[in-house]
Structure formats: C-alpha cells, structure tokens
C-alpha cells in the first residue's frame, strides 16, 4: 500500500446519446396527426365550446375526455413571437427566423412552430400568416414545415370533422440526439490514469480503512472523501461468479464464459471482470486470479488463474 | 413597467388550518458556483457542500432521519446517475431516502411533509447540477410535450423569449426594465461569494429576441443543500431556525398556447396556499431564470417596492439547475438567521416558462 502523490488531469471524453423515441398516440393524437399529412387542421371542442389546437385528449381545465373533432384554417395570427438569430441544429429552419405562438382561425389556443421571416422587423403579434407544408408528410408536427407572412382576413368558423382517415397514423417515432462530455472526476481520473500503466491503485476511507476499487471520490458508509491511494492487487480472489449462455450484442467472446466477482488483494470492494484460461465449468468460489493485458488496451482483458491453492473461504466472506 | 402592482384582490383567500408541526431551515450550504466543474464528478462536487450542512446542524452522516435529493439524469446524459452521488451522503447501512427528478425544492417539499406526518426529526435535502456535461439549451428540450412540442426543438432560451414579448406587448416592461433587473442581480450578487456571475455584465446582444444575453442566466455547476428538523430539535440544532410556515405548489396546463404567458396563476395560488398573503413579507427570493420571469413573478404575488428581491442575485447570478430553487429557500433562510429578514417568501419554479411554482414562507421568531 503505496499512497501516491499527484493527481494527473481530469479525463474527459465525448458521450453522446441517442435515441428514437417511439410513443403511441391517442384518439385526438392521432386524427390531429393524421390530418397534418393529409394538409388539414383540426382541433377539439371543450364542454364549454372552446377549440384548442393543437388538440389535446383530456380537458386541461377540467381533466374531462374530450372528443369532439373540428376542423380550423391554415391561416391565424401571432399572438406572441421571438427572433432567434442562430439556429439550432435541430431546429425546423436553418435560417434566423422566428419562434411563434399561432392563433389559427377557428381556435382558441396558440400553437406554437416557427415562422419563415425577412427579419424581426417583418414580425409583430397580430400578423396574419398561414402553414407551408412540408412535401413530405408522415404525420408528425414537422408536416408544418413553418408558417409564412399572408395578407388576408379571417378565415370562416370551425367545421365538425369526424377525424377518420384513410391509414391512420397511431404512433410516432422522434430521434433524439444529444452531445455529452463525460468527465468522472477526481477519484475515477486517477484509476484510470493508473489502470493505463496497468496498476490497479484504490483510495482508503480516513474513517472505516476501507479501500474502494474502482474509487469514486466517496465512502459509500461512512460519507466522507477518500484520500490515501493504495495500490492493489495485481492478483485477487473470485468471490462468486456466473455462467454466461447468451451472446451479447457487438460482444467477440465465445459463450459460455464465466463473469466474476473478484476481490485484489487489498482491496475491500470487488469488482467484475471475465475469467478466461480454464473450462467454464471449473470455475469456483476461492479461486485466485490475475488479469491478462492485450496491447494497446488501457484496462485488463480478462483474468486468468495463478495456480496458486484456492483461498480461505473466511478470507474472501466479507465480500461476497 | 409598473413594479408596484395593486392590492391584493380576486381570488379569495383559502383558509388553511396551520401545519400540525413546526418545521424549520436549520442549516444551508451551497458550493462555489461555476461555468465547469469538469475536474470533480457529482459526487465529489456534493461532498463538501454536505459536510458543511451537517457540520453546521452538528450532525454526522447516518444521524439523519430521511434523505431526499433532487437532480436530472439529462444534465449528466447518464442514467441513475443520481445512485452514484449518494456515495457522497454515507447511505450505507440503508438509509431512509427518496430522490425527485426536478429541482430540489421539490426535494425539500417532500421531506417536509414527511417531518410533518411524525415519521421523522430531521432531513437531509441537496440538488446538485452540472449543466457543463451537456448543451443545457438542448437538454431542457427533452422535457416538452414529445408530441406536438419537442420535434422543433425549441431552446429554453427561446420559449422565456416568446413570454417576454408577450409580456413587452402587454405593455408590463421593456427591454431597459429588463436590463435593470439583470443588472441589480448581478449587483447584489457582489456581496455573494458562491455566485458566479456578479457586478457589471453587458446587457449584450440579443440571444433570442427580446431578450439580450444579459437577460439569461449564466449555465452553472453547482449544489446546494439543507437540513430540515421539527420543533425542539431544530432549536436544539440552530440558535435561530427558520420556520416553515406553509408550502405549496402548483402547475400550469402544459400546453404553451393555452396559457396566458404574462401571468402565472399558479404561484399566485401556491403563495396563497402557502400563506403567504396573510402578512406581508420582508424579503422574496424569487426563482427566475430570465430577467422578464421576475417581472411575471413580481406581478402574480404582487410583491411591492417594499420587498427585497433576491438579496443573493438569484438565478441569474448563478444557475446550477436543480439546484436553483432549493438555493432559493436556503437564501431566504439563512437570512432569517442572520436576522436580515423577519418573514420572507422563497420561491422555486420548474419547465419552460415558469411551468411549475412552488412557494414556501419562512419566519424567524420574534426576538
């Protein structure tokens, strides 16, 4: 046990995540939706005889299910607006243009898109602007490609509308991408920096004289910052282990292969690493291990036995 | 802009009968606030913060009866990332805990109830954000109606502007007034060591128009948190506690559209649920991001020139979401226990456009 001075610099690295979100949509979802692709408006009438678009399921005053369909313009008013000069990258236009609050003729309620404009002096609540579809429809909120400037009035009532379409659409899938950069901090900075010469290095508890690997910053019991690095390992003990029968995705490992609990010698937590160089099945409790580097790699491959006699069970116990 | 709106009028007061239990702000830490705290993980930024808490209550990690902690997933872009900063707490053997995905005032309200039902003496609430993993811009998109909302994509930034034209155009204040409360926070938050941003900062150009870069708040890690105690422990823990004398909170319909923007009806309710308006407050520390949400804020609780508005500088001096509003409340109490203020009005708000609000009021007791 070693404590080491110094802390190399803090890792950092790109994280990003990624998903496509796929969700069910509703009776009034899915007709609102439906009616985009097919270039038509519609909203849903209150109890009270409001219509709100974009139309929702349940009345949001009083949480009432709400059915009744109606079909409004595609031409309304901005009743509130907001220049954005820098797009986003994932943002309906490229080019500056304005957030908008859309009053559509018929409606109640804003919905809110974007709006296709010279400028911010071209944009003023109260002026009359319509939809420009998007060529290509599926059936999402993206079918409004923006709203445009028009000069015309009013367009007439609400109209009663079944919401009944030719092939539905009854659920929607938006990607989603977000950019991370991950950084784990002190504690994890230093393990790795350490596992990168192929030294396993864990930090002690000032309070219990626990020693955490990997550490992260923290005694999980006790709630105070570790301190003191202690170099452990490099061999250590299965503290329990498992059979893997099923081959994982984008994995180049042969199943069966044993997963295991392995405890250094000095350390007090275990961790998990794949045991390789014996039969599957000869795997035990006690065995003693020591890890296989690949080059290049900047953690161990896997564990091998020592050929050492199997340890002590009362030496291991506390941690299984 | 008038900063002075009228009395008090419209919705009648609901009676409330008081909490059965007296609970009380006994200790408040708060980290340096920073724009990237890249060298510690959330854990390690948590760790100090709670040491100083429980220092000042005289309390160790273990002695405490529920712990409750608010944080997002998506600032850090990994999943049950909040299990990792519980290494932070000592939360073995296994402690009593509870977690919200929302800023830490929620946090605080929910160990709050549990003090008042008997089940607990003392709690342990802390929020922690890093906003630096990510772009928060984006992030916080992620939150909005996935149907008719999220595939455009619009920023934080954008949805606080288009309230703050409605706001312009309802003729409530403009973009000088503006400047004038992104200014005085910064101001005020030269007297306030955690803060990270204070003293002149250009009103700047515009970041979505109306609002100027001045008018936003700065991106910021950070954490903060509290210990919570009921009656004669908190007197024993605190020479001066800060008493929670109500606490609510309330939403808007989600829909942005269907909301009047100008107002926020919904902390209007949750300070009178709260009781707020029973006497007047001293002092409001009042959550809000944008420059233009504080006029909304001023307005809706009819906060007077009287009033001292965020003393700290507020959010817009130091914005570690989710832990933003549970600052607020650690503010407004420490405050009280410097004697600053008598009875003060801490506010937390949450979503786009001050979707969700919720309001607590504080007093010290009588010297």
Known sequence: MTPTSGTPEALSAPLVVEFPFTRSLGPVQSAFLTGLRERTVLGVRTADGRVLVPPVEYDPVTAEEIRDLAEVGTTGTVTTWAWNPAPRRDQPLDTPFAWVLVRLDGADTALLHVLDAAGPDAVRAGMRVRVRWARERTGAITDIACFEPYEGGEASEPVPHTGEFADPVTGITTPARLDYTYAPGRAQSRYLAALAERRTVGERCPSCRKVYVPPRGACPTCGVATRDQVEVGPDGTVTTFCIVNIKAKNLDIEVPYVYAHIALDGADLALHARIGGIPYDQVRMGLRVRPVWRDGSRFPDHYRPTGEPDADYDSYKGLV | ?367
């Open chain 2, 1 to 367: 802009m008038s900063a002075t709106p009228g009395p008090a009028a419209g919705t009648p007061q609901v009676p409330d009968t008081p909490p059965a239990r007296e609970i009380a702000v006994v200790a408040f830490a708060q980290s340096d606030h920073t724009r990237d705290s890249a060298e510690v993980s959330e854990a390690e930024l948590l760790l100090p913060v709670l040491q100083d808490v429980l220092g000042q209550a005289g309390l160790r990690a273990g002695e405490i009866d529920f712990t409750c902690s608010g944080s997002s997933d998506y600032l850090a872009g990994r999943a049950f990332s909040f299990t990792m900063a519980l290494d932070s707490v000592g939360a073995w053997p296994p402690i009593a805990e509870s977690h919200v995905e929302t800023d830490g005032a929620w946090a605080l309200y929910e160990a709050w109830v549990k003090l008042l039902t008997g089940d607990a003496e003392t709690a342990l609430v802390y929020a922690y954000g890093k906003s630096s993993s990510g772009e928060v811009r984006d992030v916080l998109t992620r939150q909005l109606d996935p149907y008719y909302v999220a595939p455009l994509w619009p920023d934080s930034v954008a949805l606080a502007a288009l309230q703050a034209q409605a706001l312009i155009d309802a003729g409530a204040t403009d973009e000088a007034a503006l400047a004038g409360v992104a200014a005085r926070s910064r101001a005020d938050a030269a007297a306030n060591p955690h803060a990270q941003l204070t003293g002149p900062v250009p009103h700047g150009p515009y970041a979505v128009r109306p609002l100027h870069t001045g008018d936003c708040p700065p991106v910021t890690d950070g954490a903060a948190a509290v210990v919570l105690a009921a009656g004669d422990t908190a007197r024993r823990l605190c020479d001066r506690p800060a008493w929670i004398r109500g606490m609510d909170h309330r939403t808007e319909a989600h829909g942005l559209g269907v909301r009047d923007l100008t107002d926020s009806p919904s902390a209007r309710l949750a300070a009178e649920r709260a009781g707020a308006c029973e006497r007047p407050v001293d002092t409001a520390e009042l959550h809000a991001p944008f420059s233009s949400q504080e006029v909304i804020l001023r307005r809706a609780l009819r906060l007077d020139d009287a009033v001292r508005i965020n003393p700290s500088g507020g959010a817009l001096a130091a914005n570690p979401m989710m832990a933003t509003g549970l600052i607020r409340i650690g503010e407004a109490a420490q405050r009280i226990g410097r004697g600053d203020s008598r009875r003060a009005l801490a506010h937390a708000t949450s979503g786009p456009c001050l979707q969700q609000n919720l309001v607590a009021v504080l007093e010290g007791e009588p010297r």
